[in-house]
Structure formats: C-alpha cells, structure tokens
C-alpha cells in the first residue's frame, strides 16, 4: 500500500523566519520520511497584495534555496507558476464555489483591514479574493490525502472539503467519487510569537523587529533577542508572562534542552537573570541557523544546476496535475487538448 500524500505550500514573500521554519518547514522534513510529500512555492498566490514583479522572481527563487538548505528533498518541491493546471483547476472550481462561502473567509478580511490601515487608498484586488480557490486546487489537484495546517488555515481546508464534495455531487455518482476529502494534519509545532510583541505570533507583516530571519546576521539576532520583551511588571511572577514563555519556547524549539532545564529551574526559584535567559536564547538561533546559512551558500554557489533540478521536479510534478485536469474537464463536459 503506498503512503498518503500530503500537501503543503508557503509564500516566497522574503526569508523563512523562525515561525516559518518551526511552525511549518521543519515538519515538513520530517513529513518526508513517512509520507508521499508534495510541496510548493506558491508565487501566484504572492500577487494577491502588492508586490514587485523582479522582486517576487527573485523571491521565489530565494526560498527554493532556503527551502533546500532547510533540508526539504528537491525531489518533492515545485514552483507554483511551473504548474499552470492549478490556475485552470481553480476556475473549474470557482464555478462551484459561492459568493458567500468566499465573503465568510476571515483571511480575505483580516488581509483587507491589513492593506487599508498601511495606506486607505490601496487596491485590494480580486485574487485576495478567490486565492482560498486557488488553494483548494492546489490540494485537490494532487488528491492529497493530508495538508499540515495552523488554526488560521483550518477555515480554507474546510472550504477545499466542501468544493471537494460539491464536485462529486454536481459530476460524479455516489459510487465513484473523484476528489476525496482532504483532511487536517495536526502536528506538534512549536508557536513562535513575535519578540517585540507576544501576543502576537511571528510575522514579517507587523515589521522587522517582529521576526527574526533565519538566515540572518548573527549580531542582528543578539540585538532582537536582547531587545525582547520580557515582563511588564519589575520581575517573574507566579504566572509566566508571554514573552519570557516565547523565549523559553524558542530555547525549547531550537533543541538546548539543558539551558532550557536549567533557566527554567531559576526562574521557579525566582532566581533567573532575564539577560542570561536571552543570551541563550541568542547562542542556541545562532547555533541552529549557521549549518542552515552554510548550506544555503553551497547550493547558491551552484545556483543554475539546482534550478535545473527544481524546473525538473516541477515538470515531474506537474506529470500528476496534468492528468488531473484531463480527468476533471471529461467530467465537467469541456474538451481537452
């Protein structure tokens, strides 16, 4: 019996920072030792909000590699906009897809809010839109079996399930389906909030002191670490504030269980000195970000071989996607090529 598929993509909107890497890519690798493991830079996705055309080809291109270095199997990676059958699934299944199930979508919102507060006049297009159609085809189109998701993502796989069984309703018999309902894949991941601000979570969007860049310089981190708030109050109390328990996370997550043991010990004393707590915090991202930028380097020194292998993978890939859309359009009654 072969392995069940599982399904994930991430934005090339700038670096991997440290949620990106312990909320999603490094589960990611460990995924690939038990499952059939398709993963994606989704550029399309990318130009739901303003961007910078050089810039996202360069961006994409950047978290190719810094998804490499990170250690995700180039065999299992793809670029997006190198598959163009997911743009033609996402209309197929937009025709199924209502207004109001993509107006109750709380990202299309939150995103909304987000662009009118950095500027009233900006544009909020249609894509941000329709783009949780978009990923309903990325899911569907490989008939993956799990997609990896946070609870901000559970609200669009359960948009992916029910466009999944309108289709099956609408074109196919009870007895044979075509697509199978994705399901959620819950993992333990460490929740990394943002150092200048713990409750909230990790996020390039809030700005720069809100994440810290994995491959970034090293005295940059020192200063982050150093600057994050910690209590409100003049010292611990009973009950572990946000932002000395992110540190202890980020401890935790990035693997130095005997700093993390023994801090953690005097701060149930009452004896811990916060800036020791943070120059451990900033040795151990130091520690587990350098192999990372190390490989990183290595494989931009070979920069058009490895791209050669991505737009290979990508072609392998879309193998499988393709013959998705020439099942789906018999299906539907539109002709294929």
Known sequence: MSAKRVLSGIQPTG???LGNYFGAVKNWVHLQDSYQCTFSVVD????TMPYVPAQLRENTWSMVFQLLACDVDPKNLFIQSLVPEHTELAWVLGCITSFGELQRMTQFKDKSDQLKESN?????????????ILQAADILIYHANYVPV???QEQHLELSRNIAARFNNQFCTEEKPYFHHP???YTETPK???LADPNKKMSKSLGEKHFINVFGDPEIIRKQVKTAVTDTGSGPSETMSPGVANLFELLKACGNQQAHASLLSDYQQQQLKYSQLKEA????IIALCAPIKERYLLLRADENNIKEQIRNSSSEIRKM??????EVKELVGILNV
Do not use: C, N, W
């Not at 297009?125 to 783009?131: D, E, K, N, P, V």
């Not at 996607?321 to 020439?326: D, G, I, L, S, Y």
């Open 321 to 326: 996607a393709q013959k998705t859309m020439r």
């Open 120 to 132: 009233k006049e900006s544009f909020v297009s249609t894509g941000l839109f329709f783009y949780p």
């Open 150 to 152: 946070g609870k901000d």
């Open 44 to 47: 399309y996705h990318s130009m």
């Open 192 to 194: 990394i909030l943002s």
């Open 183 to 185: 399901e959620p894949l």
């Open 281 to 284: 915090v900033a040795e151990s």
């Open 15 to 17: 670096d991997i920072h």
